[in-house]
Structure formats: structure tokens, C-alpha cells
Nanobody, 117 residues
Framework: EVQLVESGGGLVQPGGSLRLSCAAS????????MSWVRQAPGKGLEWVST????????SLADSVKGRFTISRDNAKNTLYLQMNSLKPEDTAMYYC??????????WGQGTQVTVSS
């Protein structure tokens, strides 16, 4: 059974940092691209970032470029999102998702990030 479990969210002041983690199990983690997707209160899903299966190729949404970094540790079956210079508009539920060709077929339960003073 595919499982994705996010952690690391919380309340942080504007300008602060958080690192999200996503522990994967039930599949060969190193064979799949992985993504972070977020959903702000009352809004739709927003793609944040994707990393390829090997970790050497990444892409980021324009809204987070220069502030967020995606990475993975295939030996630990874990995906990460380092978030720096956080803004109130980054407040959202953050999900990790497995990238299957052109779709996200498996999602975690999410971890809440709140940026507020």
C-alpha cells in the first residue's frame, strides 16, 4: 500500500523558515518523481515544486522561486521542502504527491503551514 506522510508544518512568523518532510512507503521511491502541492484556505490546489526520481532535476512555481528548495533522499525514502523567507500568502495545507506520468495519483494527508505574526 502506497503511503505518504507529511510532517514539519506549523506556525511561523513572516520571514521565517520551515522544512517539510514526506516519508514514503509501499513503493519504490527512487523510481518516481515527487511533488509538493498546496491549498490555501478557500482556494484551489496550487503546484509548488517537483523533483525527478534521481533528485537531480527540480522545478519550482514562480511564486516560490528563490525561497523554496525541493530535495529528496532516496536512501531514506523521504522528500523535503525547505521553505525560507515565508510570507503570509504561503499559508496553506501542503501535500506531497507521487508523480505518475502526467498525474498525481497518490497524496499524503497534508501538513498545515501558517505564516502569521
Amino acid at each position: 500500500e502506497v503511503q505518504l506522510v507529511e510532517s514539519g508544518g506549523g506556525l511561523v512568523q513572516p520571514g521565517g523558515s520551515l522544512r517539510l518532510s514526506c516519508a514514503a512507503s509501499g513503493f519504490t521511491f527512487s523510481s518516481y518523481a515527487m511533488s509538493w502541492v498546496r491549498q490555501a484556505p478557500g482556494k484551489g490546489l496550487e503546484w509548488v515544486s517537483t523533483v525527478n526520481s534521481g533528485g537531480g532535476g527540480t522545478s519550482l512555481a514562480d511564486s516560490v522561486k528563490g525561497r523554496f528548495t525541493i530535495s529528496r533522499d532516496n536512501a531514506k525514502n523521504t522528500l523535503y521542502l525547505q521553505m525560507n523567507s515565508l510570507k503570509p500568502e504561503d499559508t496553506a495545507m501542503y501535500y506531497c504527491a507521487r508523480r505518475d506520468n502526467s498525474a498525481w495519483n497518490y497524496w499524503g494527508q497534508g501538513t498545515q503551514v501558517t505564516v502569521s505574526s
